[in-house]
């Protein structure tokens, strides 16, 4: 969304200018609720709009840790004068309007972007959503995640709040938030992730796709240079 409806305020507000201050909040998700309605649109070209009472019904029938945490970081503020100034616009009329706002919404999704959390969910989706077997054994799962992590935690470019290694207990918690299920053995460490659905279902591929974005910002850069 641009920020010209921002950027009019400003122009209307001359005596307050340069106290009008930007504070950017950071919200972000391990699991999105509405996924499986955004990738049924983008299959079928056609949005589906749920009514209040079965928008109810489907949270009230999630299970718990379905949707994993929910991250929520208050950035620096930004001080929209100085900010136009720093940008040459501190002058705005009707001429540089659009432009500007086009440049303020460009800057503030890219500050939101810096700040996403790489997260152990968007770890796991990566690892799924690359593997070409049917069945993923979790010790296979366990050692990829590993590398992705000490990658990112190493990286201080790459924002995250994880502390520790993906340790199994977790990521069986983020397999199942995903929709998939797994075959346990009498030893834990050889049970599998069935990851038939993913070939099965279009809408599966798209949600695992989403949710490992939030790494391509690490790794395309490497990429390109390699």
């Given at each position: 969304m641009s920020m010209l409806w921002l950027l009019d305020a400003y122009m209307n507000l001359a005596v307050y200018q340069k106290n009008l201050t930007i504070v950017p909040v950071m919200v972000s998700y391990d699991r999105i609720f509405e996924y499986q309605n955004l990738a049924t649109e983008m299959v079928a070209g056609e949005p589906r709009r749920l009514s209040f009472n079965e928008s109810m019904k489907k949270i009230w029938n999630l299970d718990v840790d379905q949707l994993g945490t929910v991250y929520v970081k208050y950035l620096e503020p930004?001080?929209?004068h100085?900010?136009?100034?720093?940008?040459g616009c501190e002058n705005?009329?009707?001429n540089n309007l659009e432009s500007t706002a086009f440049t303020l919404t460009e800057d503030l999704l890219t500050i939101q972007q810096q700040n996403t959390p790489?997260?152990?969910?968007?770890?796991?989706?990566?690892?799924?959503?690359?593997?070409?077997?049917?069945?993923?054994?979790m010790k296979d799962l366990?050692?990829?995640s590993t590398v992705i992590y000490d990658y990112i935690k190493q990286k201080k470019t790459s924002t995250t709040y994880m502390n520790v290694k993906p340790q199994q207990p977790l990521v069986e918690k983020h397999i199942a938030g995903l929709g998939?299920?797994?075959?346990?053995?009498?030893d834990k460490k050889k049970c599998e992730v069935k990851l038939a659905r993913k070939d099965e279902d279009l809408r599966v591929m798209l949600g695992l796709a989403h949710y490992s974005m939030q790494l391509s910002s690490v790794f395309i850069l490497e990429g390109i240079v390699a």
């Amino acid at each position: 969304m641009s920020m010209l409806w921002l950027l009019d305020a400003y122009m209307n507000l001359a005596v307050y200018q340069k106290n009008l201050t930007i504070v950017p909040v950071m919200v972000s998700y391990d699991r999105i609720f509405e996924y499986q309605n955004l990738a049924t649109e983008m299959v079928a070209g056609e949005p589906r709009r749920l009514s209040f009472n079965e928008s109810m019904k489907k949270i009230w029938n999630l299970d718990v840790d379905q949707l994993g945490t929910v991250y929520v970081k208050y950035l620096e503020p930004i001080n929209l004068h100085s900010y136009l100034k720093s940008k040459g616009c501190e002058n705005l009329d009707v001429n540089n309007l659009e432009s500007t706002a086009f440049t303020l919404t460009e800057d503030l999704l890219t500050i939101q972007q810096q700040n996403t959390p790489r997260t152990l969910n968007s770890i796991i989706s990566t690892c799924l959503l690359q593997e070409k077997a049917q069945l993923m054994p979790m010790k296979d799962l366990l050692e990829k995640s590993t590398v992705i992590y000490d990658y990112i935690k190493q990286k201080k470019t790459s924002t995250t709040y994880m502390n520790v290694k993906p340790q199994q207990p977790l990521v069986e918690k983020h397999i199942a938030g995903l929709g998939f299920e797994m075959n346990k053995k009498g030893d834990k460490k050889k049970c599998e992730v069935k990851l038939a659905r993913k070939d099965e279902d279009l809408r599966v591929m798209l949600g695992l796709a989403h949710y490992s974005m939030q790494l391509s910002s690490v790794f395309i850069l490497e990429g390109i240079v390699a």
